[in-house]
C-alpha cells in the first residue's frame, strides 16, 4: 500500500528522469524476488 501511494507521488512530480529511475528500481527489486 505505501509503494503505491508513493508511486502516486512520484507521477505527480515534472522531472520525468527521475520517475524513469525510480521505476527502474522499482522493476529490478521485483525481478530480483
Same mark, same amino acid.
Given at each position: =500500500?505505501? =509503494?503505491? =501511494? !508513493?508511486?502516486?507521488?512520484?507521477?505527480?512530480?515534472?522531472?520525468?528522469?527521475?520517475? @524513469?529511475? !525510480? +521505476?527502474? @528500481? #522499482?522493476? #529490478? /527489486? /521485483? =525481478?530480483? +524476488?
Amino acid at each position: =500500500m505505501v =509503494m503505491k =501511494m !508513493e508511486n502516486i507521488r512520484l507521477v505527480q512530480t515534472p522531472n520525468c528522469n527521475f520517475l @524513469k529511475h !525510480e +521505476l527502474l @528500481k #522499482l522493476y #529490478l /527489486c /521485483c =525481478m530480483s +524476488l
